[in-house]
């Protein structure tokens, strides 16, 4: 591997992780860190296969997320999701990925808009240090066309730190720092989990206690 | 690790990568990729434990799936499936794979003689970019003697990239490349995972919601 | 990585081993191990990503808490709890993690105040041998103000090995060796998974036996 | 690591595929392999950490479980069992380990005394080819009186290959090679997995389907 910069390998050593996890089922997931001297953002590049680590894995955008430097990479197909959080936001990372769970838990919930939860103390990974903080998750239709999505996804961007559901699409969380959306996205995944082995469970409570 | 062909080296990156998911549980499953400079595929040899990697993973055979080589290697029992792919299409990478998921899903649907999937960001990975696109993949029984499966499996044998289960007996997807073939793979089996749960919490629907 | 204490590596050793499982999502979970020659035990620093492995993992504290030596780092929020069991016992090293299936289990069993195991032979493996032995694990609500927490967990810390759940916050265990401690709890979560899935499976008979 | 023979060596790597897949959650488990050149046979020794590889895994005991060389390390408790296997068949190689999975079935089927399974690819993985084989694993009851659970187990010892359930307490299986036992052993908690994952779905049939 050739030298990159700190940002860059911030970038590479999160998808290897997530890649780990399985987390980027057929070649699904877009990753971005926002490059500290410019106004720019490395994001990865289309149809790569994300459990493999080479050189051609990211590539420079800018902020409307044409590519700054001459390549032949093309930059994920919804790069505009990114540009929405660096543009309205101080995030400097932004993960979309793919799960089982995130899927089901967006079709579940869908028709009433969010998902919240409360009453967890894995919340506290999210920045809500309060005892009766919650985490509500927006769940946004998936519109195929990327504009329009961009268009809906949008009001809910306001915070530096957050996550949206896409139905049937995966989630979107973004940070300060890559740590921090890392915290953000596991938190989310682990709630995910939980509720649906609860709702599972709760369901026989009759029968079994 | 003696020199091996291009096409060998990434039949063996996939299975590597197979493996390492246990998606060869019992020594099941069978893989194989088409040599670019001759008429001739590389396929698993049988009886081998698929987490191990050697020289004598793969051997070459024909479109008849006769060993082109000298070799005391035998092919997979089921090589006569691989070689109606190649030769009733232009697809250069088959991969035969067992999951828990895929074997209950081919049970549960089977009568039907088909699973369909719609709505789902994740189709497009099989190459279906529409936005209505839907993923029908056909169930079949799993007949004991192989030329009498293969001449059941044939019809569902029509375009360069598919998808085909055999009931209780794993799923068999193709594609033009070996990534192609692996991203259809992954795309079926995310499907699966996602359906079983999604009928496992909608049958409580009336009680938790 | 530096030369460390024998504790200091042992506790690296099953960070890293609890860390492959994913038990520490959201950066949640606290480790610690009683150092032999002295008063005082390694603990996890606050806010680090327990995936990694770094010289500023742990840091040494007091039996008040109080860091040792001079540092940057500052130890887990949740240091009062470690410190009630070496200064109650003679236990030596300390576990806390989130899974989902001990959060699932605290919540389904939490108003009963516990929860409890019978005719298991891996009840064994936390020390009970008699073939009617039962293992009966406590939960406790989840207060948010850490003293009183370490309050209402103080009278369930009497032996050298034993098991706390909190209320959707995790299991603590401890055992009188880091190998004891760590058995204590792949036999809690072995057996929160068996329970699970049996409750699940019972619900089912009447239709499906 | 020390020189060591093809068996241990084999049996060496059998552990640590096993142990990745966590499959001796809190150090129980055991495995043998027979020393070609003697009547004797490799076991793991009592009270290790199953997930680390060490010249002090195994140890060499004869056809009634005595150590055969001086050794501080004590045979798995359950040592006898292993050698039943031993007298009474051909086969060179027995896995015992404790999953969810398989002490769920064994319990869900245990007062039938037996699961059976049939129509599955995978039941050929147990040597069993012809269309309509069937696989019988017999469930006994988890008596904690070693020698008295060996009286209950000597009866299902009949052939060279073969699987039984006890009770709450794993899977015990054997083959005439360490790749034959495996084999079997993935077969069998596959087919677990695949039979509770059906009656899950299967229950929900009427409001689902």
């Not at 919240?116 to 919650?134: L, Q, S």
């Amino acid at each position: 591997m050739k030298n990159h910069t700190k940002e860059w390998q911030e970038l590479a050593e999160i998808k290897a992780e997530l890649a780990e996890r399985d987390w980027f089922m057929g070649t699904s997931g877009n990753l971005s860190i926002r490059e500290s001297k410019s106004s720019s953002f490395y994001i990865t590049a289309s149809g790569k296969d994300k459990r493999k680590q080479t050189n051609a894995d990211f590539l420079l955008v800018d902020l409307k997320g044409i590519p700054v430097e001459k390549t032949e990479l093309r930059p994920s197909a919804e790069t505009l999701l990114h540009t929405v959080i660096y543009e309205k936001t101080n995030a400097n990372c932004v993960l979309h990925v793919h799960t089982v769970e995130n899927n089901v838990i967006s079709e579940l919930y869908g028709d009433e808009g969010e998902v919240t939860f409360r009453n967890h103390e894995i919340i506290k990974a999210t920045g809500r240090w309060n005892e009766d903080a919650e985490l509500r998750i927006p769940i946004i239709y998936n519109h195929a066309d990327i504009p329009l999505l961009t268009e809906k996804f949008k009001p809910h961007v306001e915070e530096d730190s957050g996550a949206v559901l896409i139905r049937n699409h995966g989630i979107t969380v973004w940070g300060k720092s890559g740590l921090e959306a890392k915290r953000t996205l596991e938190a989310c995944e682990f709630l995910f989990q939980y509720q649906l082995l609860l709702n599972q469970q709760q369901a026989f409570t009759g029968s079994i206690r």
